[in-house]
Structures are given as C-alpha cells and as structure tokens.
C-alpha cells in the first residue's frame, strides 16, 4: 500500500494546522515535518515547538525528518513534543547505529536518510533495524527542487536489499515527487511518498492529497499488473 506524506514545508505557515487538517481531508495519514538547522542544510525551519503545537491539532502520524547536525541532542525534545517517526541523517551521525536506538529508546520508529551521493549499501548493517529508509530525490534544504532521475536506482537497489535479506521496512522517498515522478518512483519500489508542492502548491492541501493518492495508487496497481505472467505474455 502506498501512502502520501504532505510535506508542510510547502504548506502556508501561518495556517499549519488548517494545512494539515486539509490534507487529512485528503487522505493522508502521516504528515512529514521537515526540520533544517542552516548548518547541516542551507535553511531553517522547524523544530520542536511546532512539532508540539500540531500534535495538539491533529491525531495524524508526524513523521519528523531531522536535517540537522548532532540530531542525538534533540531526539528527547521531538519526543516529548510528540513525534512519532524521527530520520536520521547518515551523512549526519557519527555513530548511526546508537542514534537509531536512541530514537527507538524514546519511544519513537527510527528511520535512515541518504543524500542523492550517498550509496545504499552504505546501509546494509542498520537496516534490520529501521522503520523506513529515506532516499533523497534532491539534494536537501529546500522544496521545490527538480527530482533527480538516479534515486530510482537507489529505490530499486534497496528493494532488492529487503527482499534479501527479508526485512520489512518501508522505503521513503523526497524531493520532486509530483504527477510526473510518481509513476515511476512507486514502480521503483518506494511506498512513502512525501510530496510538497504536488501538494500544497496550488493552495488546496485536500485536492492535492486525494489527486496525487490517486495517481500513486494507479501506478501501484499498474505495476502489480505488469508483474502477472498473464500480463507479460500480452506485452510480449
């Protein structure tokens, strides 16, 4: 099942719960918060106060993607503040393997992300442990940026890596993702797929939600078609 995460990073500020509450009207389940520090990524936006300030507004899952440095110093904070989801950086942690158990010990799902240069099998020793792995279409820090082609790569690499070694994590993806990327990263292999602009951008978070839910779920079954040998046969 694939899900849209709206991103508020594309989301009018002064109106975020009404932006979230639209959203869910939409559809969604899970709302992903971008939070940038202006060191690790070149803009700033938010933290933990926004983070508690909309678990008071909405039941939704908040899915809270750390671009920061030293993120191990502020998982108590996101925890506290009500997150559900926290990623992590692996360009970030020194020590990747404690910070995602430090992420769980708070009570929350850990995930992993890589940057558009990061290579997957970076990876392979933590995935038995994580929630999601979080692949950049775009290199992170602001919204709005063209989808980079050689993520599906990543995506298809990862998948071959779940069914490996039979794990059951999600694989997320980030940047670029709207009605003409999202065939082809749901066909790649990715089931979270966080959307800003696609979203948002048109000023209307419900209809962005629904419409961009349902090109993901067509291209989902579109794909599962394709798989069927019956399918095969009449293509070939």
Same mark, same amino acid.
């Given at each position: 099942?694939?899900?849209?995460?709206?991103?508020?990073?594309?989301?009018?500020?002064?109106?975020?719960?009404?932006?979230?509450?639209?959203?869910?009207?939409?559809?969604?389940?899970?709302?992903?918060?971008?939070?940038?520090? %202006?060191?690790?990524?070149?803009?700033? +936006?938010?933290?933990?106060?926004?983070?508690?300030?909309?678990?008071?507004?909405?039941?939704?899952?908040?899915?809270?993607?750390?671009?920061?440095?030293?993120?191990?110093?502020?998982?108590?904070?996101?925890?506290?503040?009500?997150?559900?989801?926290?990623?992590?950086?692996?360009?970030?942690?020194?020590?990747?393997?404690? +910070?995602?158990?430090?992420?769980?010990?708070?009570?929350?799902?850990?995930?992993?992300?890589?940057?558009?240069?990061?290579?997957?099998?970076?990876?392979?020793?933590?995935?038995?442990?994580?929630?999601?792995?979080?692949?950049?279409?775009?290199?992170? %820090?602001?919204?709005?940026?063209?989808?980079?082609?050689?993520?599906?790569?990543?995506?298809?690499?990862?998948?071959?890596?779940?069914?490996?070694?039979?794990?059951?994590?999600?694989?997320?993806?980030?940047?670029?993702?709207?009605?003409?990327?999202?065939?082809?990263?749901?066909?790649?292999?990715?089931?979270?797929?966080?959307?800003?602009?696609?979203?948002?951008?048109? %000023?209307? %978070?419900?209809?962005?939600?629904?419409?961009? +839910?349902?090109?993901?779920?067509?291209?989902?079954?579109?794909?599962?078609?394709?798989?069927?040998?019956?399918?095969?046969?009449?293509?070939?």
């Amino acid at each position: 099942m694939v899900e849209v995460l709206p991103s508020i990073l594309s989301a009018d500020f002064a109106h975020l719960a009404d932006e979230v509450a639209a959203a869910e009207r939409g559809g969604a389940k899970i709302i992903h918060v971008d939070v940038m520090d %202006g060191h690790f990524v070149p803009n700033i +936006t938010l933290g933990p106060p926004v983070v508690k300030s909309l678990r008071k507004a909405t039941k939704l899952t908040l899915d809270c993607h750390l671009m920061i440095e030293n993120p191990d110093q502020f998982i108590p904070d996101f925890a506290e503040a009500g997150a559900n989801w926290v990623s992590v950086h692996y360009e970030a942690c020194r020590h990747l393997h404690r +910070t995602l158990e430090h992420i769980r010990e708070h009570g929350m799902e850990p995930a992993v992300v890589i940057n558009p240069a990061t290579r997957v099998n970076f990876l392979i020793d933590v995935l038995p442990m994580v929630h999601h792995v979080l692949v950049m279409s775009v290199n992170p %820090g602001f919204g709005g940026q063209k989808f980079i082609p050689f993520a599906l790569d990543k995506i298809r690499r990862l998948k071959e890596l779940r069914e490996e070694y039979r794990l059951n994590f999600h694989i997320e993806v980030d940047g670029g993702v709207d009605h003409e990327t999202i065939a082809s990263v749901v066909e790649a292999g990715a089931d979270l797929l966080v959307a800003g602009n696609a979203v948002y951008g048109k %000023g209307d %978070g419900e209809t962005g939600t629904r419409e961009l +839910t349902l090109a993901a779920l067509t291209a989902a079954g579109q794909a599962r078609e394709a798989k069927k040998p019956e399918a095969v046969g009449k293509a070939s």
